[in-house]
């Protein structure tokens, strides 16, 4: 729209016609006699033809002004329009900077009117600090006479700011003076953009690494920090997958996870194990954002991160400080109550015992007051490092401070005094340990300790475990140390026991304290066929031991392979012996085999041996096997049996029922006889199970050509049931108890007689 002309402008042109009719009145002649006073009617025609014409030609000079006046009126208007409301503010100064013009423009731009504007310098309007700018670029477009650009920041009069660009050139007006034309641009908007873009640049060249990728994770751009941090420069990387950077420490759960935080919240942050490019693993913390965009989801993803792997390196290293023994390197006392705390829950899960053992050397008080310090801590490194490589890589073991250690034995058994013999074994094991002499610096010393045991169950607390560890410690100081003891008395009674017997087993052999009993098997007849040799201890005080009371504990010790051969060797001179009467011949005898002998390397030959020495018969002699033999190694088991079979020597599946029976191995046997465990017999006839059990094992038997003994034959009526059910041979009560070999005797004269 166009603005109103103003008032002033209507009162010069007033003024101006005015002038003009003043200055037309001064220039009529004024003497006008001179005009003659009488006209012939000719004369008068001509001259109105005369004056006619003038005024045509006045009215057409009249025309021609008003459309003139038009044309300029038009050219004032769009000279308005291009100069007043031009895009740009126009000023034009003289060389001392001094506003002669300014378009309207330029005073919507400096919030000032032309008033306050026009005879005032241009530099009030600049504000202080960018003036010199102002001054120089003035200075250099009057001394070049080249257009000249500047930024400054220019100041309304409201006291509002904004960035302006000033391109200015020089030019000279009608009276040749110079003057400056000054276009001045707002370019707020540009600058704030162009800072936001640096601001942008500096941060994505921050100190942190930062991989910006697409929604498949090829990687887009990466900034400084990330080729420091990874090795990676950008040619390695630009166009690569991002799991070029992968570890491998994190499974795919670890990923997924990931990745589902970043479809649902936009964002995951977490610790990252990733790898350089010189293949070193380094830990970051890394933070993913999903750059999206309306309507089309995430477009980019912006992983930003930091090494942290010194953060992680000095956080092992307060884990250290916290929880390691700074001498020994041991869990610490406060790891140690962690793991006492969770082998308590594992306890509660799993149903099996642990142990809590405190180790105490003996004497060290003496040692570190008459070597010094120094020598006890060279003890005290190698204590725990004996101890350390004497228990399980899953039990722990601490320094509980001073010369005191605690070994924590998780998960024993759930047997209690399986569990307490494990860890009396271990003890044992520790005491033993410490057995060589230690070198402190060249010094020979003799160490020894005495441990103090705890059983660990469910109901323990932590306190109270250490609290029994640490009496049973005391105890055992009190028995005169280099010992161990157990914190509950009835344990270490039992166990008392056990070791005597143990160390008087060892003896029985020598001190010839063993016998053999022969418990009778006859036939459907009711004729001895055969014997069981059964082993008898007869101890000197406790009179004779059944085998259920000491056979476990001669397996546990490997004294049953010392024990099985004497068996084996008294049997076969019984047989010997029986050979040389008509009524004994032909007796067999059934010798019991332990897995543990069985599984000896040597048992075929050992037993070749004996047979050999004693020249018997070897068809004599039968074995008793159990299915817990066969379970642990078939292949070995037909291997040794076939041998043993070379010679003639049968075999008995003992106790058969009782384990893992299955007819897929007892038909790769090579088996003689199938004995029916007495378990099964005890309940015959009457329980509807045991009756089919036992009816069952005799059809198998007979279906793979076996014999079939039952034992534990005490009643006519169990006797009756399993001949019913074709059972051919019994041993049991009903026929015999084991017989010494004397007794026995005499009772094969009698059935003889
Ligand atoms: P086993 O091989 O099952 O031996 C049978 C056990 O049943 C014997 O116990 C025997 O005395 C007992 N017995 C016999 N008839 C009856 C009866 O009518 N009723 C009842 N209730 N029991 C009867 P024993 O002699 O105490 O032997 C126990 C276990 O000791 C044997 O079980 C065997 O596993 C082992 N054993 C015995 N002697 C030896 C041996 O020389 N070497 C090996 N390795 N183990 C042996
Ligand atoms: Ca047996
Ligand atoms: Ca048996």
Sequence with gaps: MKPKKSKSDLKIAEDQAQILRERAELLLPEDTSSLPKDLSPEKMQEQLQELHIHQIELEMQNEELRGRKAELSAEKERYFDLYELAPVGYCTLNEEGEILQANLTATILLGTPKSAL?????????????????????????????????????????????????????????????????????????????????????????????????????????????????????????????????????????????????????????????????????????TITAVKSEGLGATHYVGNFSDITEDKESEAAIHRLAYYDALTGLPNRRLLQDRITQAIASSDRSGAYGAVLFVDVDHFKTLNDTRGHNMGDLLLVDVAQRLRSSVRQSDTVGRQGGDEFVILLDNLSSDMTEAATMSQQLGEKLREAMERPFNLNGVEYNCKISIGISLLTKEDTIDDLLRQADLALYKAKDAGRNTLRFFDSAMQEALNLRTALESELNDAISQDQFRLYYQPQVDRKGH???????????????????????????????LILTLGKWVMETACSQLKQWEMHPHTSALKIAVNVSAKEFRQSDYVAQVERII???????????????????????????????????????FSMDDFGTGFSSLSYLAQLPLDQLKIDKSFV??????????????????????????????????LAQREFLEANGCTAYQGYLFNRPLPITELEEFLKRDQD
């Design 612 to 650: 050999k020495a004693s020249g018997i018969n070897p068809l004599l002699l039968k074995l008793e096997i159990t299915e817990s033999i066969v379970v642990e190694n078939m292949r070995d088991t037909i291997e040794k049996m076939n041998a043993l079979k070379q010679f003639g020597i049968t």
């Design 118 to 286: 026009i005879h005032h310098l241009i530099s009030k309007f600049i504000i202080h600090d960018d003036q010199d700018i102002c001054y120089f670029n003035r200075k250099k477009l009057l001394s070049t006479h080249l257009p000249q650009t500047c930024e400054v920041r220019m100041m309304k009069s409201d006291g509002s700011q904004f960035w302006a660009q000033l391109n200015s050139s020089i030019s000279k007006n009608k009276q040749n003076k110079i003057i400056l034309n000054v276009m001045l641009h707002d370019i707020t908007e540009r600058k704030k953009s162009q800072s936001d873009l640096s601001i942008a640049a500096i941060a994505f060249e921050s100190q942190n690494g930062i991989v910006i990728t697409d929604t498949k994770g090829i990687i887009l751009r990466t900034n400084q920090a990330f080729s420091r941090i990874t090795g990676f420069n950008s040619e390695d990387t630009i166009g690569k997958p991002i799991t070029i950077v992968k570890s491998g420490r994190h499974d795919k759960q670890f990923y997924d996870l990931m990745w589902s935080t970043l479809k649902t919240q936009g964002r995951w942050q977490g610790e990252v194990w990733n790898r350089r490019k010189n293949g070193e693993i380094y830990a970051e913390l890394l």
């Design 682 to 715: 005890v309940n015959i006839p009457g329980t509807k199970n045991d009756e089919m059990i036992t009816r069952t094992i005799i059809t198998m038997g007979r279906g793979l050509e076996m014999n079939v003994i039952a034992e534990g034959v005490e009643t």
């Design 528 to 558: 001895i066929k055969s014997l069981e040799a059964l082993i008898r201890w007869s101890h000197p005080q406790r009179g004779l031991v059944a085998p259920d009371d000491f056979i476990h504990l001669a397996e546990e010790t490997g």
